[in-house]
């Protein structure tokens, strides 16, 4: 990102303070966006990704009261799109304004405004140099079983990540070459770009791509980009209770930095294959329980399995109807405080496909035993 990209950008709105809003006002907002779009509260949406990306780039300037003096200072210089009052002369005439007093040059003595870049955004003006860049990220997928998944589990992800190149050991040049000093930004990797008037701001070199070398006999094997690919193999420890479609992130595990910059992260979208017995809702386990007719209408203690221990009993009232939950309380999946969900047994009554003529007489007996007015009568009005 070039420095005129940062300059345009206005963090005050981004994090919904302010100008003069203070720093706890500016840490409190901060908290509140953090929170609301963090992707561990949102696995798998692209669009709060980005507002967090957005929230922490802002927090960092403004969160730091020197970054924040010399913000203000750049935002103040490019406000209406340009240098306000001083493109092209001072106020009311006089000695024209000499854009060496802000970018440090012969007549600055130093300390310029290229050196409110640099201390802002790690340029150092004229004497920039490539910046360490933070490694790509990674999104693999992990599949696990539904017990896996209540319980826990570690599993091995074998992924093929970038590294140095071995036939050039990262250097992009061929076997027995070297890369040379880019001559369009002497090895700094950024040069001078103009954003109009007789003012520059540093940008990415175009020639050498922010590297500061350039390679005249690029390397067969990566094509001189200096990167290949190699695989490895990671153990990666999925939590107790992970949900399905759910995504973990393990700090440090993406792709490494470049020129020092710290690796990426790893995105480990779970996915739980079905259990043949349960089911879940949330944090609570559920369990479907067939019951005979006798037990629904007269009651009865009905023995049902739990994913992880001993069966429990259930008590089914006399005159159960048929679909109606009971819970059990502690035997769902574990909770990040570490209590558990509950398991949700619901009943249905089971009606036999056959009847041999003793059952049938008994439930003939007792469709006479209860005979009364029909139970559908409400359905058909008065």
């Known amino acids: 990102m070039t420095n005129t990209d940062w300059a345009n950008k206005d963090f005050y709105k981004v994090l919904g303070v302010a100008k003069d809003a203070s720093q706890a006002e500016i840490k409190k907002a901060y908290r509140k966006l953090a929170r609301a779009n963090h992707p561990d509260s949102k696995p798998g949406d692209k669009a709060a990704e980005e507002r967090f990306k957005a929230i922490a780039e802002a ?59 640099g201390d802002l955004f790690g340029t150092g003006g004229r004497r920039a140099r490539s910046r ?32 140095a190149c071995q036939a050039c050991r990262g250097t992009g040049a061929k076997a027995g070459t070297m890369p040379r ?53 990671i153990q990666a420890r999925i939590p107790a209770g992970v949900k399905d479609g759910q995504r973990i992130r393990l700090r440090g595990k993406g792709a490494p930095g470049e ?14 294959q079905p259990h043949p017995v349960f089911g879940r809702s949330g944090d609570n386990l559920t369990l479907t329980v067939p019951i005979t007719f006798d037990e629904a209408a007269l009651g009865a203690d009905v023995k049902v399995p739990t994913l992880l221990g001993a ?36 009943v249905e009554v089971h009606v036999p496909p056959t009847l041999n003529d003793e059952a049938r007489k008994a439930v003939e007996a007792y469709k006479a035993a209860v005979a009364g007015p029909d139970v559908r009568s409400g359905l058909f009005g008065s």
């Open 259 to 272: 020129h020092g910059g710290q690796a990426g992260d790893l995105f480990v979208v779970v996915k739980v």
């Open 59 to 117: 927090y960092d300037v403004l969160g730091d009261e020197t970054k924040r003096k010399q913000y203000d200072e750049m935002r103040t210089l490019f406000a209406g799109g340009g240098f306000g009052p001083f493109a092209g002369g001072r106020p009311g005439g006089g000695t024209p304004f000499d854009s060496s007093d802000l970018f440090g040059g012969a007549g600055a003595g130093g300390g310029g405004f290229a050196d409110v870049l």
């Open 311 to 346: 069966p429990v009993t259930v008590k089914i009232p006399a005159g159960t109807p048929s679909g109606r939950t009971f819970r059990v309380r502690g035997r769902g999946a574990p909770r990040k405080d570490g209590t558990k969900g509950d398991l949700l047994v619901t």
């Open 132 to 163: 360490a860049r933070r490694g790509a990220d990674i999104e693999t997928t992990a599949t696990i079983g539904f017990t896996e998944s209540v319980e826990g589990v570690t599993v091995s992800l074998r992924l093929a990540a970038e590294s």
């Open 181 to 233: 000093v880019c001559p369009d930004c002497e090895g700094v990797g950024m040069r001078a770009a103009s954003v109009g008037g007789a003012f520059q701001l540093n940008e990415t070199c175009p020639t050498c791509r922010g590297r500061g070398m350039v390679v005249d006999d690029p390397c067969p094997v990566c094509n001189g980009s200096g990167r290949g690919v190699s695989d490895r193999t």
